[in-house]
Every structure is written in C-alpha cells, then in structure tokens.
C-alpha cells in the first residue's frame, strides 16, 4: 500500500488535481483510495471527491499533521485491513506541513504496511508573492516547498509565462533538489508526468 | 450544525489563520432554478470574501461550499480574489431545498470575525435571492 502526500496551502488545487490524478492512475488499473483532510469538521473536499465517483475517507475535526494524526493512522490501518487499496491519496489541510505528515506515517509503517512515495506540494503561480510574503504565511508556504519531493506548479493556464518562470525561480530557491512539474488541471499539462511519478517513485524512510 | 475549530492552538504554522465551518438547510417559496443556484453559490462565495477583506482580513485562503439536492450538487469557492468565485457540478432539477455547506478559511482574521462574517454573508445573499434558512441539520 503506497502513500502519496498532495500537499499544498489553501487553494492551491488539490482537490481539483486529486480528482484528476485518481482516475489517471486507477484508468492503469491500480486500486486507490483517498484521505482528505478539511479545516473544520464540515467537510467540503471529501464530498467534491466523492462527487466524482472516487472512494473517500474523510477526516475532520483539526490538522493530520498535529491535531488529528492519530485519527489518520487508524483510518490508514482501516483501510489496509478493508478494501486494501494498492495507493492512498492523503490530501491534508492547507495549512498542514508535510514533513509532519510523512514522519507519522513511516513511524506507524509496521501498523499499516505503508511504503512511501513521494510527497507532492502545489503551489499557486497565480499568488507566488502573496504567499511568499505576509509572515506567517511565508513560514507556512516555505515549510511546505521545502518538504516537497516534488513541486507542482499549479494554475499555469492562468499564469503568464514571466510568472510562472517567477513562481519556479522562487520555489527552486527554496527546494534545491524537488522535481518541479508545471501544471494545469484545466489543459492537462503535467498531469501525464505526475501520474507516473505517483507509480513509479518510492522514497526512502 | 456548525463548527468551530481552534487551529492555531498547537501548531506555529497556523497561527494567524481562522476558519468557520456550517451545514444548514435552504428552502424557497417556489422552485429555483439550476442557473439561479449557480449566481446563488457564486455571490455567496463574493459576498464572504469580499467582506473578510473589507474587515482586514491579509488573505481570503478559501472559501468554498457546496449545495446538494435530490437531483444536483454544486460546489463553489474563491480564492484570494472575491470575483475569482468558481461554480461547477451537477445542475439537476429546480429545487425547493437544498442543503448548504460553507467552509471559510481566512489568514489575519478572527475566529470570530471569520464566523460572523461567514453567517452574515449566508444570511443577507440568502435573503437576496429569496430563500430562507430553515434549520441547522437535514
């Protein structure tokens, strides 16, 4: 059972690229399910997912990478002993950090039976300044880039070409070694190339 | 039903950054239309967003909901821009109710704040296109 993190702060379009990676990698015959993460225990995500006909765990109630870490693990143990997917979707909250996320799941490895690929973080060139500028926010979107195997820069199609290189200038410099992806959900660039990372990347503990 | 999550309790990353959940249900005199659905889900997202920043919010993160009725289901949200609100999903029927959840996520305001404006902003658009919220659970 392989985990997959698609990380990345608020509005970034994970549950967009989720809903269209899902069917890519099952459309090649794998088994997937998805855990999302809401702030706020009214979810909204998980019943957009499951809208489009894909298996949905919600979890509410607070952040997996610290308030409700523990709810994650046994909803991973769950689904390891029920429908026994062969890759788990986790998309956590906005505002989670990833790096958090991955090290409960490797810790909890021997519970769930879990291997790890690769923790995929979008981030909006629509808003490369805003997010990199208020503090707070900057220590949160920096954390996350920086936790980040691979880096998906999202909304393309709404960038112009001098911000989407600005966008990549600003994320190399914060994550020297991430693949960074360009994509777009509303033409389809980049997806192909995420998809096959997902399957065929493994990381190490 | 509503929510009230206490995010930046533990964790330095969420400080600053407030959200409001709520479900409720949504009735009108006479059916609405799936195209009036679509300007009710969109000016609801507007409405919200708008008045985070006109309260000082730094950045409106999310807003997003969803509407579902017996033959369709919306979702809307905007990010950053009030007009940038986003519609899609299944039309379905024009319906006389429907159920309504709204999630704001808003970095520089108040938990508070981003409560009051999230129920005022539900209120007053609801208000607006003729409907009525009925009670907090379907």
Same mark, same amino acid.
């Given at each position: 059972m392989k985990i997959v993190q698609i990380a990345g702060y608020l509005g970034s379009g994970k549950t967009t690229l989720i809903i269209a990676l899902s069917r890519k990698v099952a459309e090649a015959g794998m088994k997937v399910a998805i855990l999302v993460n809401d702030v706020g225990a009214v979810p909204v995500d998980g019943k957009v997912i499951e809208e489009y006909g894909l298996t949905v765990k919600d979890i509410g109630?607070?952040?997996?990478?610290?308030?409700?870490a523990g709810t994650m693990i046994r909803t991973l143990e769950t689904l390891a002993k029920g429908p026994k997917p062969e890759m788990i979707i986790i998309e956590p909250?906005?505002?989670?950090v990833p790096e958090s996320i991955r090290q409960t799941v490797m810790m909890n490895a021997g519970k769930t039976g879990a291997v790890l690929g690769p923790t995929i973080v979008l981030f909006d060139t629509t808003r490369t300044d805003k997010l990199l500028t208020y503090d707070t926010l900057k220590r949160l979107v920096t954390t996350q880039i920086r936790d980040a195997d691979i880096v998906a820069l999202s909304k393309v199609d709404l960038s112009s070409a001098d911000a989407t290189d600005h966008a990549e200038r600003a994320v190399r410099e914060l994550n020297q070694t991430a693949k960074i992806i360009r994509l777009s959900t509303v033409t389809g660039e980049g997806l192909a190339v995420l998809a096959d990372q997902m399957r065929e990347v493994t990381v190490q503990a | 039903m509503t929510e009230f999550v206490e995010l930046n309790s533990r964790n330095? =990353?969420?400080?600053d950054i407030n959200s409001y959940g709520m479900r409720c249900v949504v009735t009108a005199a006479k059916p609405v239309s799936a195209d009036e659905l679509r300007r009710f889900a969109a000016e609801l997202m507007t409405a919200i967003a708008s008045a985070c920043i006109t309260a000082g919010?730094?950045? =409106?993160?999310h807003v997003k909901a969803f509407i579902e009725h017996d033959t369709g289901f919306l979702h809307a949200d905007t990010v950053g821009n009030p007009d940038n609100a986003k519609v899609e999903g299944r039309n379905g029927k024009p319906a006389e109710s429907f159920e309504l959840v709204v999630n704001s996520v808003i970095y520089g305001l108040s938990a508070h704040a981003v409560r009051e404006i999230t129920e005022s902003g539900i209120n007053k658009t609801a208000g607006l296109f003729g409907l009525v919220r009925t009670h907090a659970e379907k």
């Open positions: 109630g607070g952040c997996i990478c610290c308030q409700v909250t906005g505002i989670a | 330095p =990353v969420h400080d919010a730094k950045d =409106v993160s």
